[in-house]
């Protein structure tokens, strides 16, 4: 059975850091494209970032480049999204995701697997 589970959430004043953390079971993350998504309240969920299957390719929304970094850790079979410069229009609750293909896409119906998510509330 796939599961991953997202961690590393939490409230966090404007311009902190936060390291979320994504743990993967029943799969081989390096195996996966690995998404993170974000939806705050009352919004439709968007895209984060990205990290190509088998390499280090990475992509990003716009809105959290030279911000956020995304990265894997193979050895702990996790995918990393470090968040700094937070701002409170980052709140919302970030899930990651996995999809069997080499390609990136933006499109959360593309991603086969999906965490539970965990909140970031960044005060001002």
């Known amino acids: 059975q796939v599961q991953l589970v997202e961690s590393g959430g939490g409230l966090v004043q404007a311009g902190g850091s936060l390291r979320l953390s994504c743990a993967a079971s029943g799969l081989t993350l390096s195996s996966y494209t690995m998404g993170w998504f974000r939806q705050a309240p009352g919004k439709v969920r968007e895209f984060v970032a990205a990290?190509?299957?088998?390499?280090?390719?990475?992509y990003y929304a716009d809105s959290v480049k030279g911000r956020f970094t995304i990265s894997r850790d193979n050895a702990r079979n996790t995918v990393i999204l470090q968040m700094n410069s937070l701002k409170p229009e980052d709140t919302a609750v970030y899930y990651c995701?996995?999809?069997?293909?080499?390609?990136?896409?933006?499109?959360?119906?593309?991603?086969?697997?999906w965490g539970q998510g965990t909140q970031v509330t960044v005060s001002s």
């Open positions: 995701a996995a999809r069997y293909y080499s390609s990136w896409s933006k499109a959360g119906y593309e991603y086969d697997y």
């Open positions: 990290i190509i299957r088998y390499g280090s390719s990475t």
